[in-house]
């Protein structure tokens, strides 16, 4: 089973939904990362998301664009997104860490050397945006080759008959895009997100996890009443943005602050 | 590779999932996928639709104005000593250029499916005048994601734009010119789906866009066969276009695909040159890739990131290339080639001073590769050019570099 699996197993078993913050590789700048992840554990995170900066997140709105732009000013690149999670292993073998970006910047590197690579660093799962199922011959192979878990998106348009290959062809947990938009555009519908929710039920057997527009402790609660896991980005990321210019220590502060707000409420979900 | 191999059918190309050899296909975040599903079905159920086809070619007729003239340039072709240059006169039609052909008939579709909003990325803002015209046609609402840095050098193109009703955004993120564009409107699209047509303007995206894209401007060499046989009694020896996503290309190119004796020539912008690495040239330098919505050859550097792009036309300042001219180029149907800057600038005084024609920038670099080829064929051989657009939109840049106001 993989550690993602695994994961969702032992919280369900706990009766927990997961929180999986996302936050980009290199933001602001590329020795802030490793720290920023250990932080995000430490304030409660099950599992998290870490952007591959790509030059063209056309699925990203602008707080992620302008992390995206601040690591790329310092030429984060795939090769040092993987050393991130690498020393990010030597302190926590637990954390599942899932990649999240568009699919250039993998298919550049090539599948299998990409698929080789981000295995033995530790990397447990892949999302590429831009890569629907239909287009996934050879990489779902090589990923499952090197038991890399393969996250493809849902969103609110999604027929139910593409629901299928997600079915099929990914594995770990399926991400439910609560919204019509890019990143940090809007707040979610949590009545909405209910009817999907139904909709989806049974046609997927993979653990959900929601995301988009999930800005705040109330949202995160109606989420995790919905969901198995929440998963929260823009709100973190602008907090990163807001402190760019100040230590590190202010950024953590900041973000622990906020990660306690998720945490807490979707303890609280939890709990009723 | 396989230049002699008589055994490919175009026609057959792409597959039904949008594949040109490896090729093209659909790369889209997923909220897009039903909307493209939709438009990929509503396009296969009009395109050999009779009453959607008269609707069209009436429409290219009374409000186009097509047919475009096959125009010999009679001086300019004995002033460089060879082949018979022909231009097929896209710039004579409505709104002056080549893309009004392809506007016209997605907006066809926008109203079969019952959409009240045209979105549409610009570089040189031909393809944004021309959907802003259907818009306004047609009484739809009409935004234009344009390059912050092209609204600047493509100004009277933004004043038609806005004249037309249009909304034009300048987008300031990334480069500032055409691919960032594409990346906002897509942004939109994804954000207002249910209302919004995105008229994509040049044969890349995600499928079905190369293919539907590419079957609106094969008007353009369905025309050009007609009337070179009816003038020369045989096909032209040579076809020369200008190459930045490549739709003008692909329009005169597409019906000669199969005439193995028809030599194909594709140009793309060479900037300050092949060598500099300013250049927006990903068939000549690049090497395959993902971006907006299809696998093709791109400017990238050696991690994956897209590479910042330079032309003197806006137009074909763009890192990717339509994935059917990825394709042609591996199977070796079509040469791509280039012409720099001030090669292309000198295609646009030549033409104009000689023919009193004044050409678009983008078309001015197949104007520039002719002036290089016709010499070196005979004067019983024919050439001819696609002169995409006109020139009347460059007239800042122009002005700028020859150092006049007005």
């Given at each position: 089973?993989?550690?993602?699996?695994?994961?969702?197993?032992?919280?369900?078993?706990?009766?927990?939904?997961?929180?999986?913050?996302?936050?980009?590789?290199?933001?602001?700048?590329?020795?802030?990362?490793?720290?920023?992840?250990?932080?995000?554990?430490?304030?409660?995170?099950?599992?998290?998301?870490?952007?591959?900066?790509?030059?063209?997140?056309?699925?990203?709105?602008?707080?992620?664009?302008?992390?995206?732009?601040?690591?790329?000013?310092?030429?984060?690149?795939?090769?040092?997104?993987?050393?991130?999670?690498?020393?990010?292993?030597?302190?926590?073998?637990?954390?599942?860490?899932?990649?999240?970006g568009y699919l250039n910047p993998v298919e550049h590197m090539g599948y299998e050397a990409f698929a080789n690579a981000a295995s033995s660093v530790g990397v447990d799962a892949v999302l590429t945006v831009d890569m629907p199922p239909e287009e996934s011959f050879g990489y779902t192979e090589t990923?499952?080759?090197?038991?890399?878990?393969?996250?493809?998106?849902?969103?609110?348009?999604?027929?139910?008959?593409r629901l299928r290959a997600v079915n099929e062809k990914g594995s770990g947990f399926a991400y439910y895009v609560s919204l019509k938009g890019v990143t940090g555009s809007r707040d979610v519908?949590?009545?909405?997100?209910?009817?999907?929710?139904?909709?989806?039920?049974?046609?997927?057997?993979?653990?959900?996890?929601?995301?988009?527009?999930?800005?705040?402790?109330?949202?995160?609660?109606?989420?995790?009443?919905?969901?198995?896991?929440?998963?929260?980005?823009?709100?973190?990321?602008?907090?990163?943005?807001?402190?760019?210019?100040?230590?590190?220590?202010?950024?953590?502060?900041?973000?622990?602050?906020?990660?306690?707000?998720?945490?807490?409420?979707?303890?609280?979900?939890?709990?009723? | 590779?396989?230049?002699?191999?008589?055994?490919?059918?175009?026609?057959?190309?792409?597959?039904?999932?949008?594949?040109?050899?490896?090729?093209?296909?659909?790369?889209?975040?997923?909220?897009?996928?039903?909307?493209?599903?939709?438009?990929?079905?509503?396009?296969?159920?009009?395109?050999?639709?009779?009453?959607?086809?008269?609707?069209?070619?009436?429409?290219l007729r009374d409000y186009v104005g097509r047919p475009t003239p096959l125009y010999l340039a009679k001086r300019w072709s004995e002033e460089l000593g060879g082949a018979k240059i022909y231009l097929k006169r896209e710039d004579l039609n409505h709104t002056g250029a080549h893309k009004v052909n392809n506007t016209i008939g997605q907006a066809l579709l926008a109203k079969r499916l019952g959409k009240t909003r045209i979105i549409a990325e610009t570089g040189a803002g031909q393809h944004g005048v021309a959907s802003a015209t259907v818009a306004a046609r047609l009484g739809l609402e009409c935004v234009v994601y344009m390059g912050a840095d092209d609204v600047v050098r493509q100004a009277p193109n933004v004043a038609r734009m806005k004249m037309l009703g249009a909304t034009v955004v300048a987008v300031e993120s990334g480069s500032r010119t055409l691919k960032d564009a594409l990346n906002e409107a897509m942004r939109d699209w994804v954000t207002n789906v249910d209302d919004t047509f995105y008229i994509i303007g040049t044969v890349a995206g995600p499928h079905p866009y190369p293919a539907m894209v590419r079957d609106f401007q094969a008007v353009i060499g369905q025309e050009a066969r007609e009337q070179v046989l009816e003038k020369e009694g045989k096909l032209p020896d040579a076809l020369i276009a200008c190459v930045g996503g490549g739709s003008n290309a692909i329009g005169l190119f597409h019906k000669f695909l199969p005439d193995e004796g028809v030599a194909i020539y594709g140009v793309e912008p060479a900037g300050h040159g092949l060598e500099t690495g300013e250049h927006?040239?990903?068939?000549?330098?690049?090497?395959?890739?993902?971006?907006?919505?299809?696998?093709?050859?791109?400017?990238?550097?050696?991690?994956?990131?897209?590479?910042?792009?330079?032309?003197?036309?806006?137009?074909?300042?763009?890192?990717?290339?339509?994935?059917?001219?990825?394709?042609?180029?591996?199977?070796?149907?079509?040469?791509?080639?280039?012409?720099?800057?001030?090669?292309?600038?000198?295609?646009?005084?030549?033409?104009?001073?000689?023919?009193?024609?004044?050409?678009?920038?983008?078309?001015?670099?197949?104007?520039?590769?002719?002036?290089?080829l016709a010499p070196t064929m005979s004067k019983d051989q024919v050439i001819i050019v696609n002169l995409s657009g006109r020139g009347d939109k460059d007239m800042n840049t122009i002005a700028q570099i020859e150092g006049f106001e007005f």
């Amino acid at each position: 089973m993989s550690r993602i699996s695994q994961k969702f197993a032992d919280l369900k078993a706990q009766g927990k939904t997961a929180l999986i913050p996302y936050i980009t590789a290199g933001d602001p700048k590329p020795n802030a990362t490793v720290s920023l992840m250990h932080l995000l554990v430490a304030k409660g995170a099950d599992m998290i998301e870490l952007g591959v900066p790509f030059s063209d997140p056309m699925a990203d709105g602008p707080v992620i664009q302008r992390a995206v732009e601040r690591a790329l000013a310092h030429n984060v690149s795939m090769d040092d997104v993987l050393e991130m999670v690498r020393e990010f292993r030597e302190k926590d073998a637990l954390t599942p860490v899932i990649l999240m970006g568009y699919l250039n910047p993998v298919e550049h590197m090539g599948y299998e050397a990409f698929a080789n690579a981000a295995s033995s660093v530790g990397v447990d799962a892949v999302l590429t945006v831009d890569m629907p199922p239909e287009e996934s011959f050879g990489y779902t192979e090589t990923m499952k080759e090197h038991d890399l878990d393969r996250i493809f998106l849902i969103s609110p348009t999604t027929p139910v008959g593409r629901l299928r290959a997600v079915n099929e062809k990914g594995s770990g947990f399926a991400y439910y895009v609560s919204l019509k938009g890019v990143t940090g555009s809007r707040d979610v519908d949590a009545d909405d997100v209910a009817l999907q929710m139904q909709r989806l039920k049974g046609e997927v057997d993979l653990p959900m996890g929601i995301g988009f527009g999930i800005r705040n402790g109330d949202a995160a609660y109606s989420m995790a009443k919905q969901g198995d896991a929440v998963i929260v980005g823009s709100s973190l990321v602008s907090l990163i943005e807001a402190n760019e210019h100040k230590d590190l220590y202010e950024i953590e502060l900041a973000i622990g602050d906020k990660m306690q707000e998720f945490r807490n409420a979707i303890d609280r979900a939890d709990a009723e | 590779m396989s230049k002699d191999s008589p055994t490919i059918d175009y026609a057959k190309f792409p597959d039904e999932h949008g594949h040109f050899g490896p090729y093209g296909g659909i790369f889209a975040p997923e909220t897009l996928m039903a909307a493209l599903e939709q438009l990929n079905q509503e396009y296969e159920s009009v395109k050999n639709d009779p009453a959607f086809l008269d609707e069209l070619a009436q429409d290219l007729r009374d409000y186009v104005g097509r047919p475009t003239p096959l125009y010999l340039a009679k001086r300019w072709s004995e002033e460089l000593g060879g082949a018979k240059i022909y231009l097929k006169r896209e710039d004579l039609n409505h709104t002056g250029a080549h893309k009004v052909n392809n506007t016209i008939g997605q907006a066809l579709l926008a109203k079969r499916l019952g959409k009240t909003r045209i979105i549409a990325e610009t570089g040189a803002g031909q393809h944004g005048v021309a959907s802003a015209t259907v818009a306004a046609r047609l009484g739809l609402e009409c935004v234009v994601y344009m390059g912050a840095d092209d609204v600047v050098r493509q100004a009277p193109n933004v004043a038609r734009m806005k004249m037309l009703g249009a909304t034009v955004v300048a987008v300031e993120s990334g480069s500032r010119t055409l691919k960032d564009a594409l990346n906002e409107a897509m942004r939109d699209w994804v954000t207002n789906v249910d209302d919004t047509f995105y008229i994509i303007g040049t044969v890349a995206g995600p499928h079905p866009y190369p293919a539907m894209v590419r079957d609106f401007q094969a008007v353009i060499g369905q025309e050009a066969r007609e009337q070179v046989l009816e003038k020369e009694g045989k096909l032209p020896d040579a076809l020369i276009a200008c190459v930045g996503g490549g739709s003008n290309a692909i329009g005169l190119f597409h019906k000669f695909l199969p005439d193995e004796g028809v030599a194909i020539y594709g140009v793309e912008p060479a900037g300050h040159g092949l060598e500099t690495g300013e250049h927006a040239a990903p068939l000549c330098k690049g090497t395959p890739g993902v971006l907006h919505g299809n696998r093709t050859y791109l400017m990238q550097d050696k991690n994956g990131q897209i590479l910042g792009t330079h032309s003197i036309s806006a137009g074909l300042d763009y890192p990717g290339v339509g994935p059917e001219h990825a394709w042609l180029k591996d199977v070796g149907r079509v040469n791509y080639v280039a012409i720099d800057d001030e090669e292309a600038l000198q295609g646009f005084r030549d033409l104009t001073r000689c023919e009193g024609i004044i050409p678009a920038l983008e078309s001015s670099h197949a104007i520039a590769y002719a002036t290089k080829l016709a010499p070196t064929m005979s004067k019983d051989q024919v050439i001819i050019v696609n002169l995409s657009g006109r020139g009347d939109k460059d007239m800042n840049t122009i002005a700028q570099i020859e150092g006049f106001e007005f």
